[in-house]
């Protein structure tokens, strides 16, 4: 298997679906995906129908928080290389490819740009630093399979992970491509939620 693309969701069924599609009509062989469901409370049958016909794997449980999900998607990948699609977010139609173009030039980690939902690109750190977003690199599991997330971390535990990740990834790629689409207006995203005040850093708070 040369590369795990890896799902986290809570709810976001409607949007998951759609990503589930569009990696279909991607679909390459050695190529596997994964959706981690972290105790959804909307209706998943949608999500797990999806996964049934395109043949993905859909993972479920108790609800835990987003470090235990992107924990256990990080363990079940069999791939060479993975990374991570943010359920409420969009993919572009070449990401695939992409990726798989990517996983030849065999760095430990490669950075993408990402793309605003209306198409623009906003400024990236210059190299050698990355974006700190995990969903926006893609990552050699042999070098990064001993780090873990803080299970205890509410928000902001993709952030420290990756702080910590790139330590063990000494061949680094700094892609021109932009394979995301992020969506910055989700209310719901932790980010949101964490400015409001309704979520605390850390679940012993």
Known sequence: MKLSILITMYNSCKNTTHILAKLFEQRQ???EVIVVDDGSTEDVEIVKEACRLFWFRY???????????????MDEAQGEYFTWIDSDDDIT??????LLDETKLGQD?????????DGTIPDRHPEP????????????KECVKDVKFDLNRIYASDYFWLEEAVKHCPKLYHSKASVNIYENNNP??????????????????
């Open 129 to 140: 630093l990355v974006n700190w977003n995990v969903w926006s690199n893609m990552y050699r």
């Open 188 to 205: 719901d995203s932790l980010t949101h939620r964490f400015i409001r005040g309704e979520i605390k850093e850390f679940k012993n708070q």
């Open 29 to 31: 062989e050695g190529v």
């Open 109 to 117: 980690m490669v950075t993408h740009y990402w793309a605003n939902k």
């Open 93 to 98: 139609d070449d990401y695939v490819q992409t």
């Open 59 to 73: 993972i479920h449980q108790e609800n835990q928080g987003e470090a235990a999900a992107r924990q256990l998607s």
